[in-house]
């Protein structure tokens, strides 16, 4: 490719099923934006608790080419996602609306072994083998399930407890009732 030669900017369809097809092998660089309701992301819904209205995904993809000294340019695509999803507190075990942010860019290579052989040190830019049926809505499905967090729980203090699980609020437990030390239990056992 030649470094001063304008690549064509191509702007990618919002339509889901055509985000499952695009051609990052092509001289071109592209740009779009979008919107996908949770029932388009069926790895994101899995993880759902209930799908409420404003549940969904905002979605932005930009690429551009950037010179590499000493070799050709690299195709750097960025992405941003945003949405919101309900989730299951597991502090309170009630469900929850979980705000999400996740900002990422990748370097497209050609082969596996590119991937392999990229620089783990560089924690700017993640490897993405590029290919002419490359899978743009995996992509942002990941990256959304990526910034989920392992543990779901509601902002420190905010839980409200469940009165099935913890008794009656506002019970007061008799001071003269002491739980039975363990140890004790154990050696009342071993003498019988």
């Not at 779009?32 to 790895?43: C, D, H, K, Y």
Request: aromatic share 6%.
């Amino acid at each position: 490719m030649n470094r001063n030669q304008v690549l064509p900017q191509v702007e990618l369809s919002a339509d889901p099923k055509a985000l499952s097809r695009i051609d990052f092998c092509a001289p071109q660089s592209y740009q779009g934006t979008g919107f996908l309701e949770i029932s388009a992301l069926p790895r994101v819904a899995e993880e759902a608790s209930s799908i409420e209205p404003g549940d969904a995904f905002d979605w932005e993809v930009k690429t551009h080419f950037a010179n590499s000294p000493g070799s050709e340019p690299q195709q750097i695509l960025e992405l941003a996602v945003k949405g919101r999803i309900h989730l299951v507190c597991q502090s309170c075990l009630q469900d929850f609306g979980l705000d999400l942010t996740q900002d990422s860019r990748f370097v497209l290579v050609a082969t596996e072994e590119e991937a392999d052989a990229f620089p783990m040190e560089d924690d700017q830019l993640e490897p993405l083998v590029a290919s002419q049926h490359f899978d743009l809505l995996g992509l942002i499905e990941d990256e959304i399930l990526l910034s989920m967090p392992l543990i779901p729980k509601h902002p420190e203090g905010a839980c409200q407890p469940h009165a099935s699980s913890f008794g009656e609020v506002g019970e007061a437990q008799d001071a003269s009732e002491k739980p039975q030390n363990p140890f004790n239990i154990l050696k009342n056992m071993k003498k019988n």
